[in-house]
């Protein structure tokens, strides 16, 4: 765990102008490494989601940078921008974001289409995915026919396309009860210790802090306190 | 590490194909609610475009009111069809967002919408060309050919004005930073 995949340095996002802008992020700059499990926590409007965008080459600083792979994501086209999405990251969200219109393997054939990569190949590895995560009997239902915690397996298995090296999960249990976000918890952690792949995930869930290498506490937009699992362990995360 | 190198990443133009179509389909009665709107304002304006073709000849004072009725009528069905356009491109912001999750580039999202909105103008605009024009035809006995004429002008009027309607909002969405599209609620 010693490469870096994310570099911030001193990012700074505000949202509006003038006397009523609001400073999101006050000079972040963190360094996130190949394979952990990181999770952002903070309360909401601390800024843990906008830092999560601009990890995700979302959303654009006002200053500093962000360094995915040792790419300044602020000097990519949107064409490059488009292909460091589909290509590095994979995304989790709260509200699932499937797309509607397709069914779960369309879902997850569609980044790979983007990729380039054959219709074949893309429902084979497409079928591969959805088995993996336990949706094996569901390749053609849609997602307004499937549970939320299917639904959020789906969009794991849509994250995991391309192979990506990061996987960036936003407060992905929020909509979920307990026992389908421990379900999802155990699924992401096994993922990354399988496929190596850095999962990063907002989130202010305790139990999804557990399983954490490292956690990096938001608060009024600054990166207040980096914990390590062992430290959580022994200072209690409950503070 | 390399940056790696960028290659097109524009998938073939059927997957954009599929996404249009699965989205016609899956939203059916939306899109025929869509459909019908634009078909409306395209027969008003066939029928006003086949009453000036039945009954030639009339004063200048009649004439000059067909025209004003035919610029009035083009634009209630440009109003029509812009106000149907942009409200199922606006329900569709968090999908745009989504979608460029998953890599996709602006122009395939702009491929999307421009091969729905061809498909709804162009069976929307036929059926409000036909309802529009044929009866009145039929009635004033207007001659075959002009009918077709008067059948093809507006239908590729309401395509055309269709296309555009849909494409200026979803260009602007597609130029959107993808965490915008997702937090904007409609």
């Known amino acids: ?239 | 590490m390399q940056k790696r190198d960028i290659k097109n990443t524009d998938p073939p133009l059927w997957v954009a194909w599929n996404q249009a179509l699965a989205s016609i389909r899956v939203r059916f009665f939306r899109q025929l609610v869509t459909s019908i709107g634009i078909a409306l304002g395209i027969a008003f304006f066939a029928s006003v475009m086949t009453m000036r073709a039945g009954a030639p000849g009339g004063s200048a004072a009649d004439e000059s009111r067909m025209r004003w009725l035919l610029g009035t009528s083009l634009v209630m069905c440009l109003v029509g069809v812009t106000n149907s356009m942009l409200m199922s491109v606006a329900e569709r912001y968090r999908e745009i967002g989504t979608i460029k999750c998953l890599g996709a580039s602006d122009g395939f999202i702009v491929r999307v919408f421009f091969i729905e909105a061809m498909l709804l103008g162009a069976s929307g605009s036929f059926a409000g060309a036909f309802i529009g024009a044929v009866p009145i035809a039929l009635i004033q006995h207007v001659s075959g050919g002009t009918v077709f004429g008067i059948m093809l002008l507006s239908t590729l009027v309401g395509m055309s004005m269709t296309v555009a309607a849909a494409i200026a909002p979803a260009a602007q969405a597609a130029k959107m930073p993808a965490a915008a599209a997702l937090r904007v609620d409609v």
């Open chain 1, 1 to 239: 765990m010693s490469e870096i995949v994310v570099r911030t340095t001193d990012v700074v996002k505000q949202y509006g102008e003038g006397e009523a802008a609001v400073r999101a992020l006050a000079g972040v700059s963190c360094e996130i490494f190949a394979g952990e499990y990181l999770s952002i926590m903070g309360p909401s409007g601390s800024g843990k989601s906008t830092l999560f965008n601009m990890i995700g080459g979302l959303d654009k600083p006002n200053s500093g940078s962000v360094f995915v792979n040792s790419v300044d994501i602020a000097q990519l086209t949107p064409r490059e921008l488009a292909f460091l999405r589909c290509h590095t990251i994979g995304y989790i969200f709260q509200t699932f974001n499937l797309i509607t219109v397709r069914t779960a393997l369309e879902n997850v054939t569609l980044p790979m289409l983007f990729a380039g990569v054959t219709p074949e190949e893309a429902e084979d590895r497409g079928r591969e995915l959805l088995d993996l995560v336990g949706l094996g009997h569901r390749y053609h239902h849609r997602p307004t026919e499937l549970s939320g915690g299917q639904q959020q397996r789906v969009a794991i298995a849509r994250s995991l396309a391309n192979r990506p090296a990061i996987i960036l999960a936003d407060e992905p249990t929020g909509n979920l009860d307990l026992k389908t976000g421990q379900e999802i918890i155990d699924l992401l952690r096994k993922l990354n210790e399988e496929q190596q792949v850095t999962i990063i995930s907002a989130t202010h869930d305790h139990k999804m802090l557990d399983v954490s290498d490292r956690i990096f506490h938001i608060r009024d937009g600054q990166l207040a306190k980096v914990q390590t699992k062992a430290e959580a362990v022994t200072s209690g995360l409950h503070d």
